[in-house]
């Protein structure tokens, strides 16, 4: 998408990671850290990414994350 700001226009990208909350989790920062590390994944596959972390990915297909 194309941001103006002050006269420039920014073209502007996301990667997105996505964890789900298990109650295998110890806390709330394991589960950030689990979306930290799904976010990095999508920022290494290129630009436009989401990715799931692992115990989303192995949910069936059409279960909403």
């Known amino acids: 998408a194309t941001l103006a700001w002050e006269g420039h226009a920014l073209r502007v990208g996301a990667s997105v990671g996505l964890a789900s909350r298990t109650g295998a989790m ?4 394991e589960w950030q850290r689990a979306a930290d590390a799904a976010c990095y994944d ?11 972390d692992r115990d989303a990915a192995a949910q069936p297909a059409g279960v909403p994350v």
């Open 26 to 29: 110890a806390d709330v920062a």
């Open 42 to 52: 999508a920022k290494h596959h290129g630009r436009g990414q989401v990715r799931r």
